[in-house]
């Protein structure tokens, strides 16, 4: 690997290329926005709190922090490899730097990209499908409406990531806001109304099989993937302006923000339900399945006036995610396209805009299959498509997680010896090898009920697929892996 020592940060201030993307367009905040929007919070709380009440009943929040401080290894890893590496291929890019060492860059990279290009238009396209059927249930409107309703908010989301990237991340910085802003306070009104029950997350009661006890199979893994999109500024480092210090600084503070929320939003609903029903069996209620929307139904019972705004802040929440996925899968494949591993057209960014247009319509494209053909092939309703596309297609992009933890120590041991330390490039990617990899184990457990006993053929089939799919790429001619970033020994 030839290692040059130049800076991109200086070159991000020259005026870029036709075909390029547009350098240093934007900063820290937008960064920011676009990450927490991609973590969807809202729709994590929702969705993700419920079930691990379910097995841990008052005891769920420490779940949510146990998560936050495993995930908070990982993020120092991407910050590292962040410092060194300014590429919109990100992981990608990671991965090719660190095996390109010992002769697998290729291979490696590769086959990273198509995992994340087969599994990535299902989690995002769980994503419409819950927003579609989230505003249809709203509404109280049946039949295919949600399926009219889920497309309409892919083509918006698609409008607004084609503007350009200052647009897409103010909206995305700004829906952000939005979602942060409401959890708060909305936490802090069931906080003050639950009285003398705040206290519940220090003592045992609900939960199958409640307590610690709960964090056992899927809990953990369920918390650890509820978090997922942490990483994505890292593809917008080719657009930000001092991405060696804007990519760390957001990694590490969008883990903080999401688990803190996710933390204190269970807490409040616990709290809530714990001064309604009682400690016991106000937890049973929150984590029931059959209660598939706690904390409208904790809205009606203390803040009659909020729900109509939670109901609204829900699709704001998968409008926000649709943005900010589709703002990082569409650079992740404008890198990749640019290195060989697509057709090259989809490798260029429009002279006016900056987006890579190509790239974001073939994102788009993949999302809409996945909406449509589920209801078009199978009986399946939203909820049940949406749970089964979030399943399957978070595991490999775990699993991408997992190989750019593997690729810190072996990038600073190759290349820069050295200046290797034990914490930060042993230890630290140890421990978030060690976080991620349970969540994967979890997930692909073949003792869980239907439909998780079935994840893990889905995974195996996308890592099969994925590395047919590299060992092809690799034995053409036609590389250009300079695409994926300059690497540097050392940070400035």
């Known amino acids: 690997m030839v290692t040059e ?3 991109p940060e200086r070159d991000a201030s020259r005026n870029p290329e036709a075909g390029q993307l547009r350098t240093g367009a934007v900063g820290l905040p937008a960064a920011l926005g676009v990450t927490l929007s991609n973590m969807a919070p809202v729709n994590g709380v929702f969705l993700t709190a419920p ?3 379910a097995a841990m009943g008052t005891r769920a929040p420490w779940a949510f922090l146990l998560a936050m401080l495993g995930l908070l290894t990982a993020a120092c890893t991407v910050a590292a490899f962040a410092r060194r590496i300014v590429s919109p291929g990100s992981f990608v890019a990671y991965a090719y730097h660190a095996f390109d060492t010992i002769g697998l860059g290729v291979v490696v990279s590769s086959a990273v990209f198509y995992a994340s290009l087969i599994s990535g238009p299902l989690t995002i396209g769980a994503v419409a499908v819950f927003a ?7 509404l109280g409107l049946g039949g295919s409406w949600w399926l009219v309703i889920a497309l309409g908010v892919l083509v918006v989301a698609t409008s607004v990531v084609l503007r350009g990237i200052v647009t897409s991340s103010l909206v995305s910085l700004a829906l952000a806001a939005v979602q942060v802003a409401l959890l708060l306070t909305f ?5 003050t109304a639950s009285g003398g029950s ?5 003592r045992d009661a609900g939960g199958d099989p409640g307590g610690f006890a709960g964090l056992a199979g899927l809990t953990f893994p369920l918390a650890v993937a509820g978090m997922i999109g942490w990483d994505n500024s890292a593809t917008m480092s080719a657009e930000l302006r001092r991405p060696r210090r804007v990519v760390p600084i957001t990694v590490v503070a969008s883990v903080l923000i999401v688990g803190g929320l996710y933390s204190l939003c269970s807490w409040a609903g616990l709290a809530g339900y714990a001064r309604w029903m009682g400690a016991e069996s106000g937890a049973d209620r929150f984590g029931d399945p059959s209660n598939s929307a706690p904390f409208l139904e904790l809205a009606q019972r203390y803040a009659p006036h909020a729900y109509a705004v939670l109901a609204v802040v829900g699709a704001v929440s998968s409008l926000a995610c649709l943005i900010a996925a589709m703002i990082g899968m569409s650079r992740v494949t404008y890198a990749a396209a640019r290195a060989g591993m697509l057709p090259r057209a989809l490798g260029r960014a429009s002279q006016r805009s900056g987006v890579p247009a190509g790239a974001t319509l073939l994102w788009s494209g993949l999302i809409l299959a996945t909406v449509v053909l589920p209801p078009v092939l199978t009986d399946a309703d ?9 399943g399957t297609g978070t595991v490999p992009l775990l699993l991408t997680v997992l190989v750019t933890l593997v690729s810190l120590p072996l990038y600073v041991w190759r290349t820069a010896g050295e200046s290797l330390r034990v914490l930060p490039h042993l230890v630290i990617p140890l421990l978030g090898t060690a976080v991620i990899g349970w969540g994967v184990y979890g997930n692909v457990r073949p003792d869980q009920p239907y439909p998780g006993n079935l994840y893990w053929i889905c995974t195996a089939a996308t890592v099969l697929l994925s590395l047919l799919g590299a060992l092809l790429f690799a034995r053409r001619p036609e590389h250009d892996l300079s ?4 690497s540097r020994e050392e940070p400035s």
């Open 483 to 486: 695409a994926l970033g300059i």
């Open 187 to 191: 936490a802090a009104l069931l906080l």
């Open 132 to 138: 579609g059927n989230w505003i249809a249930a709203s």
């Open 5 to 7: 020592r130049t800076d």
């Open 382 to 390: 939203p909820t049940t498509i949406s749970a089964w596309q979030a």
């Open 198 to 202: 705040t206290d519940v997350p220090l």
């Open 51 to 53: 079930a691990v009440v």
